[in-house]
Structures are given as C-alpha cells and as structure tokens.
C-alpha cells in the first residue's frame, strides 16, 4: 500500500517491515486487527493497520453503515517503541530499538547516517564481535 501523508510518502513495498500484530479474531468479527510496523529508509515509522468495522480502521459505506478497511498511520519514534513494547516479544523489540538497559546509563538515540556508512559499521561491529552500539561509543569515545 502506497500513501502520501502531509506531503510524505508512505510505501509499504519500500520500507522495511519490523514487526506485526493480529488479535486473532476471525475477519468476520468487527474488532478484528492485523497491525504492522514499518520503518523508512528515512528513519520514519509508520503503521499498516486493516481492520473490522469496529476498529480504527473501519471505513464508511453510508450514513450509517461501516465495513472494514485498511490505513497507512505514520508514527512518532516513541510511539512505535510503545507499539512495540505492547506487541511485540523482547528480543523482537530489541533487535529494531537496541539492548534496553534498566539502570539508564544509556539513551536511545537515532541517526540519520548513509546505507553504505551504516554497512560499514554493521560490518565491522560484526567482524570484531560487538554491538554496533559499543563500536560506535568506542570510534567517538
């Protein structure tokens, strides 16, 4: 699915899929959900959501008749960590936001750097066997 949202473009065939959400229910029960987070290459998240005509996304028919449907819901970097949190397992959530650490002596932070300058990184976080994290806290340390 292709949108563009405040002048921004929203693929789901371009961006990369982190994770997905389904509560289960049949397609004939109105508050059935399927959910999927997606990042851009640009660092942007969004979410891919079809749903009963109960949900957030349902669409409308007529005046007063809804059916389900499908919507493109570009989020906040918080707010796809708290879908994450909600509906995704642990390592699923770390292997898209990094190793949470409990004693708060790091901070998650975003970059928004080159493809072949990330590989690089990846690369050689890799080859050395270590976090991309500790590698890149080591080259600025």
């Known amino acids: 699915m292709k949108k563009i949202i405040n002048g921004k473009v929203y693929d789901t065939d371009k961006a990369t899929l982190k994770g997905t959400y389904s509560n289960a229910g049949s397609w004939r029960d109105f ?13 942007e998240f969004f979410l891919h959501g079809e749903g009963g005509p109960a949900t957030r996304y349902a669409e409308r028919v007529d005046s007063n008749s809804w059916s389900g449907g499908s919507k493109i819901i570009p989020v906040s970097f918080k707010d796809a960590q708290r879908w994450a949190e909600e509906h995704l397992t642990a390592s699923e959530y770390e292997s898209i936001f990094g190793e949470v650490e409990e004693d708060d002596s790091k ?20 080859e ?8 890149v806290e080591e080259k600025l340390g």
């Open 107 to 126: 901070v998650l932070t975003a970059f928004n750097l080159t493809r072949a300058t990330v590989e690089k990184l990846r690369r050689e976080s890799q």
């Open 128 to 135: 050395r066997g270590m976090s991309l994290s500790a590698l």
């Open 31 to 43: 508050n059935h959900i399927e959910e999927s987070l997606y990042l851009k290459r640009t660092g």
